[in-house]
């Protein structure tokens, strides 16, 4: 499969990008805003990728009331995520603040360097279709960088009515420890603030300690029941 589209069956909608640019590997996850699907509805979505020569599915980051008609159409969870969010009612200064600007066309080779060098594993690398849909995820969004020469840091942040998403977040690690992710972050939140969102939320990984450092500091809290990326492998078509 090639490029972004959504699939509709009935009442149940669902977003479908290639992932990482594979094109035997789907991510698929609910529309944002749509019911929760139901087990045939997955069933059926993942039976049509299959068809187009999909030979794994990978969902996005579902919430606990998402997962059960994906486990309950074959899936296995493959990684769980800690779930953080912010209420938006005080917006921390960053101790050492970073000049940003805005993310440019131009910027994205080098952005996706630095997302490169910032995930050890390279599941979590983000290539340009990964890139491209985490701007597209939401309706509008936020897309900042750090450094003159060439970014040495990045950050996504989208909004979708009164809820906020930081969606991605890496600083090269030559240049972690100063300040720079605050900055990001604390620039995105001030955004979704100013555009009357209510809340923000991010996802990282359980053993992201630094990652999880930086959100804790500047007012993200757990919450009780965290995400879950699942996958199926598909068997190839008779």
Do not use: K
Not at 144 to 156: D, I, L, Q, S, T
Not at 161 to 185: E, F, K, N, S
Not at 188 to 210: F, K
């Amino acid at each position: 499969m090639t490029g972004s589209t959504s699939v509709r069956l009935g009442t149940d909608r669902f977003r479908v990008v290639p992932w990482r640019g594979r094109g035997e590997v789907a991510l698929v996850a609910p529309q944002p805003g749509a019911p929760v699907p139901g087990p045939d509805a997955v069933r059926r979505c993942v039976d049509a990728l299959g068809r187009q020569g999909v030979r794994e599915v990978v969902t996005g980051a579902l919430a606990r009331r998402e997962q059960p008609a994906f486990l309950a159409a074959g899936f296995d969870v493959r990684e769980h995520l800690l779930l953080l969010a912010h209420d938006l009612s005080t917006i921390p200064a960053p101790s050492r603040p970073a000049r940003l600007r805005r993310g440019r066309r131009a910027d994205r080779p080098g952005v996706l360097a630095v997302d490169r060098l910032a995930f050890d594993d390279e599941f979590w690398r983000l290539d340009e279709g990964g890139l491209t849909d985490a701007l597209e995820a939401t309706s509008t969004s936020r897309f900042r960088v750090f450094g003159e020469g060439g970014p040495v840091a990045y950050a996504v942040t989208g909004r979708a009515g009164p809820r906020g998403y930081l969606q991605r977040l890496a600083v090269r690690p030559d240049h972690q420890g100063r300040g720079i992710a605050a900055t990001l972050v604390a620039d995105g939140l001030g955004w979704l603030r100013r555009h009357g969102c209510d809340s923000a939320v991010v996802n990282t990984q359980e053993g992201n300690a630094t990652a999880l450092a930086v959100y804790e500091h500047l007012g993200f809290r757990r919450q009780p029941h965290g995400l879950a990326v699942l996958s199926l492998t598909l068997r190839p078509s008779a």
